[in-house]
């Protein structure tokens, strides 16, 4: 059977030395492929840079090989990567290939790690529903977390983590763990911390709670106060006015009047 002629560009080695053996393993994996039935082999990409999505990741891959499924894992709250995928090749000894060459490659400031996932391991659920287009989720977990819940929806989510400490204290009881924390239960039933008007509150303290007893208590003992401030004598000083030019002419003006009309006279 003769060999295909395949450009040198399509398959590039990371070590320029050993480009010539790689061009014929991948050339008698082809071969193989030919002439029996070939497994698919998958591997697992770790380290993948952010700006990389499933197009991008399948068109750098296929230099290798044929992609038959691509699976990177995303976050279901925000919809970003969480910087790992999976990719199944055709061919298992590709895949093994292609785990030996890229790991530890450097690849947009980061080291990118490729393992040989072996079939046994392959959960039968690994690529579900990496044909379908992903779509950002149109509620954020944010909005979802502050939004104002009814009395109804309050009571279910606090019975809801309550049932979850439920269960986390039995399964630590179960082990044989003896650790008690206070957890939500205790959160609820804390009281609110009272003041009186005597007490001192600093910057760093809790806000005091303001109750309407509170606040009559807080006006007596101003009026109190005050009325104390009221028996006290007072002591007023009189400082002499001070006189300004133009009060000095007026002066002037007056005198020379008086002293004309006694000269008329």
């Known amino acids: 059977m003769a060999e295909e002629s395949v450009p040198s560009g399509s398959l590039l080695s990371l070590d320029p030395e050993l480009q010539k053996d790689f061009q014929q393993k991948v050339h008698e994996i082809r071969r193989k492929s030919q002439v029996g039935a070939v497994s698919p082999g998958v591997i697992y990409i770790g380290h993948i840079p952010r700006a990389l999505y499933e197009p991008q990741l399948r068109e750098y891959f296929s230099q290798f090989g044929t992609v038959t499924r691509l699976r990177l894992s995303r976050s279901k709250k925000t919809g970003n990567s969480k910087g790992y995928a999976y990719v199944e090749f055709e061919c298992d000894e590709v895949a093994k290939i292609v785990a ?129 401030d009221d028996d006290e004598e007072e002591v007023v000083l009189k400082l002499p006015l001070k006189v300004t030019p133009t009060a000095k002419r007026q002066k002037i003006s007056k005198s020379e009047k008086k002293t004309k009309i006694k000269k008329q006279k």
């Open 100 to 228: 030996d060459t890229m790991n530890n490659y450097l690849f947009c400031e980061r080291l990118l790690k490729c393992e040989f996932v072996p079939p046994e391991k392959v959960h039968p659920r690994l690529f579900i529903g990496c044909t379908a287009k992903f779509r950002k989720p149109t509620k954020p977990a944010v909005s979802r977390y502050n939004k104002r819940r009814s009395e109804a929806e309050q009571k279910k989510m606090t019975q809801r983590m309550l049932s979850k400490e439920n269960k986390v204290r039995k399964r630590l009881a179960e082990k044989g763990i003896d650790y008690d924390f206070p957890g939500f239960a205790a959160r609820r039933e804390r009281k609110e911390p009272t003041c009186d008007a005597d007490t001192s509150v600093s910057s760093q303290d809790p806000t005091p709670v303001c109750t309407p007893t509170v606040l009559e208590r807080r006006k007596s003992v101003r009026l109190e106060q005050n009325d104390e």
